[in-house]
């Protein structure tokens, strides 16, 4: 038996098994020797774990959001930065022999879809006596009844299965030809993650675990659609049989990923969605419009990103750049045409989530 195509359902509530539940597949994922989650159908076409309820339930409870008129968060692919090195350059670096800084990039990438399994210890408040509507049948009322499990199970994997750190290590594993890997890219990671300071809190009024979990979702659901770049620049950069051992193997992986993340962008953009068309209950015995509070956050943590993740990708690049380029033939001449093919952008002047607009 294989996993049919997901039905039409308009069934709200799930139990945390179901939302879990993957069937069965005609033909595992393995990658790199690594057994993953999701699997073939009959057909051979690739489907994602834990998909046989969750998808067919997020679509349920867009259709009910729609239904009640509500508006269903659209974060603008406007505001995604472009990811550095682009492909062109990446493509250079691979073609002049430049390997390290393609192999550290590729792993930091695995690596932040590790971190990815931080999502099942977010804490999630008693949202029924937080939120002043009823919460029964949304997303919101399965975060913590299997869609924060699923999705940490995704990125990190779960047991004896790989998930999109594996999924990432092989990708860059078959296209580069198992390369050796700097020792010190998780060290470095750590350390900049160690300088962030803790967020202030915007809204002091709310419930501490609920404006946490809302600040996160809303982070995560960003990078989540920021990741769409990344998807595209792994498909394209290793797809190219110049540069890369296994092309179709390879960039076949990362889509795999891509395919994946889909549920993820969907579940946190319903869930913050069901709660902007609500009103929160403030710790003061008052209320604030949930659509005061998710689109703050939303407008905070999109300023942030397109701001942070492009400094950051080209710190973290930079930092060996030069170095790495020791090796190639005539460095100062790759450098210049390196930087030639930089990507020039800048943030949209608005993020489509002032607070004015509420
Ligand atoms: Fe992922
Ligand atoms: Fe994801």
Not at 196 to 212: G, I, V
Not at 308 to 331: F, H, I, T, W
Request: glycine share 8%.
């Amino acid at each position: 038996m294989s996993v049919a195509a997901e039905p039409l359902s308009d069934r709200l509530v799930y139990s945390r098994d179901e939302l879990l539940a993957s069937g069965a597949y005609a033909a595992p994922l393995v990658a790199g020797g690594v057994r993953c989650h999701g699997g073939f159908d009959d057909d051979g076409r690739y489907r994602s774990p834990r998909t046989v309820h969750r998808a067919p339930a997020i679509s349920a409870w867009q259709t009910r959001l729609a239904h009640e008129g509500a508006a269903l968060i659209e974060i603008p692919r406007a505001s995604m930065p472009p990811q550095y090195p682009n492909v062109e350059q990446a493509t250079l670096l691979l073609e002049r022999g430049v390997r390290d800084p393609i192999v550290r990039a590729l792993t930091i990438i695995s690596i932040v879809e590790g971190f990815g399994a931080i999502i099942r210890d977010v804490k999630v408040p008693d949202l029924a006596a937080l939120v002043v509507e009823p919460v029964a049948g949304t997303a919101l009322a399965h975060l913590r009844e299997g869609l924060f499990e699923a999705h940490a199970r995704d990125e990190s994997g779960w047991r004896d299965e790989g998930g999109h750190k594996q999924m990432w290590e092989a990708a860059r594993d078959l296209a580069l030809e198992k390369p050796k890997i700097p020792g010190d890219v998780l060290m470095r990671m750590m350390g900049r993650q160690a300088a962030r300071r803790r967020p202030d809190r915007p809204f002091p009024q709310l419930d501490e675990t609920l404006e946490r979990m809302l600040a996160l979702m809303a982070q995560v659901l960003v990078v989540e659609v920021f990741a769409e770049g990344t998807f595209e620049w792994g498909m394209r950069l290793l797809s190219n049989p110049n540069v890369s051992a296994a092309p179709e193997a390879a960039a076949a992986m990362v889509g795999h990923i891509r395919a994946d993340e889909r549920p993820h962008v969907e579940y946190l953009r319903t869930a913050l969605s069901e709660l902007r068309a609500r009103t929160l209950r403030t710790v003061g015995g008052g209320t604030i419009a949930g659509r005061t509070v998710v689109d703050a956050l939303l407008h905070r943590i999109l300023r942030e990103l397109t701001t942070a993740r492009p400094r950051e990708q080209r710190e973290d690049l930079r930092e060996n750049l030069v170095a790495a380029m020791q090796g190639a033939a005539s460095p100062a001449t790759l450098l210049e045409e390196f930087d030639a093919l930089d990507t020039p952008w800048t943030p949209p002047a608005r993020t489509g989530f002032e607070p004015a607009a509420a």
